[in-house]
């Protein structure tokens, strides 16, 4: 059984900085892919960014680009996202992911976290 957990959201002024973590269970963390994705209140659940096993290669949803980092420890099973330059339209519930094989791309994750919820202040 994989248990994703995210934590570290909060309420941050816009402009701030957050970094949220996610700590995922299992012997096999290194070898999967890690996600962290985003629903917003009234709407549908998007993608944020993505890391393949080793850190080599990220993926991020153009909104994002350039603002936030995300990025792996797998001493420590765990994956981070940093946001930084935070605005309004990032608030919303990160949830933190995992899956097998090799694509970034795809949006299908086979293990998913409760959620963490970020807000920024206007």
């Known amino acids: 059984q994989v248990q994703v957990v995210e934590s570290g959201g909060g309420l941050v002024q816009a402009g701030g900085s957050l970094r949220l973590s996610c700590v995922c269970s299992?012997?096999?963390?290194?070898?999967?892919?890690m996600g962290w994705f985003r629903q917003a209140p009234g709407k549908e659940r998007e993608f944020v960014a993505a890391?393949?096993?080793?850190?080599?290669?990220?993926y991020y949803t153009d909104s994002v680009l350039g603002r936030f980092t995300i990025s792996r420890d797998n001493a420590k099973n765990t994956v981070y996202l940093q946001m930084n330059s935070l605005k309004p339209e990032d608030t919303a519930v990160y949830y933190c992911?995992?899956?097998?094989?090799?694509?970034?791309?795809?949006?299908?994750?086979?293990?998913w976290g409760q959620g963490t919820q970020v807000t920024v202040s206007s």
């Open positions: 992911a995992a899956k097998g094989g090799i694509n970034l791309i795809t949006p299908e994750y086979d293990y």
């Open positions: 299992g012997r096999t963390f290194s070898s999967y892919i």
């Open positions: 890391i393949d096993w080793n850190g080599g290669r990220t």
